[in-house]
């Protein structure tokens, strides 16, 4: 009869005491550990607290780790509330496309806490701030989303501005805002790019 081998059970790892108390100020305190990983974990459990949205964003607005930065996002729109929405909403004014786009998406999920902003953002004294609300529009779930369109396509004075209502409006527009495609195009009757943009979106609206 073979011997069998005596296998050595695994040691057992040892309790190691958690170096921050997990509430929200333990988790804050946390996320500005050194170690990427340390402000993942409390990034993700900060999705319990609420109440810490806005300095989260905070830390978006510094944070290098795109993990931790993923994990921020998460926890940001499980709160869809509007004080999650203002701690995104500066991050519409960074040099980093990543947390735009980040910001942009998270953002579209919350259309309640989102709509009281919208009108500050379209007159927005940046121009770029008022093509990114736009792109939020082109995501966003609410109704209103036409009339703010149109509203842009009225009344801004920045081409670029207005050319990015019409590509997000071929998108959503029904046929009675062909009209007001057309208006828009009157008022930069030399820009070929919003006369392209402004036929392309008819044709889409007219062909629905």
């Known amino acids: 009869m073979a011997l069998r081998r005596q296998v050595e059970p695994p040691a057992l790892r040892k309790v190691v005491a ?9 988790l804050l305190e946390q996320l500005k550990s050194g ?12 999705a319990e607290h609420p109440e810490a949205a806005a300095v989260m964003g905070q830390c978006l607005l510094q944070e290098a780790d795109r993990s931790v930065c993923g994990a921020l996002f998460t926890s940001l729109e499980r709160f ?4 999650a929405a203002a701690a995104l909403l500066p ?3 960074s040099e980093d496309a990543a947390l735009r786009t980040g910001a942009i998406e998270v953002l579209a999920t919350m259309p ?19 093509i990114f609300t736009v792109n939020l529009l082109g995501d966003l779930p609410h109704e209103r989303v036409p009339a703010w369109l149109l509203q842009v396509l009225q009344r801004d004075a920045v081409v ?21 495609l057309r208006q828009a195009q009157a008022r930069f009757p030399d ?12 044709q889409r609206i007219e062909s629905t």
């Open 80 to 83: 869809a509330s509007p004080a």
């Open 35 to 46: 170690d990427a990983e340390a402000r993942r974990w409390a990034a993700r459990d900060l």
């Open 191 to 202: 820009d070929e790019f919003v006369a392209f943009a402004v036929d392309l979106a008819t």
């Open 112 to 130: 309640a806490a989102v709509a009281p902003r919208i009108e500050a953002l379209l007159a927005d004294a940046d121009p770029d701030v008022r």
């Open 91 to 93: 991050l519409l004014r």
């Open 18 to 26: 958690r170096e921050f108390p997990r509430d929200s100020a333990g």
């Open 160 to 180: 670029n501005v207005v050319a990015a209502a019409i590509e997000v409006l071929a998108e959503v527009g029904q046929p009675e805002h062909v009209p007001a």
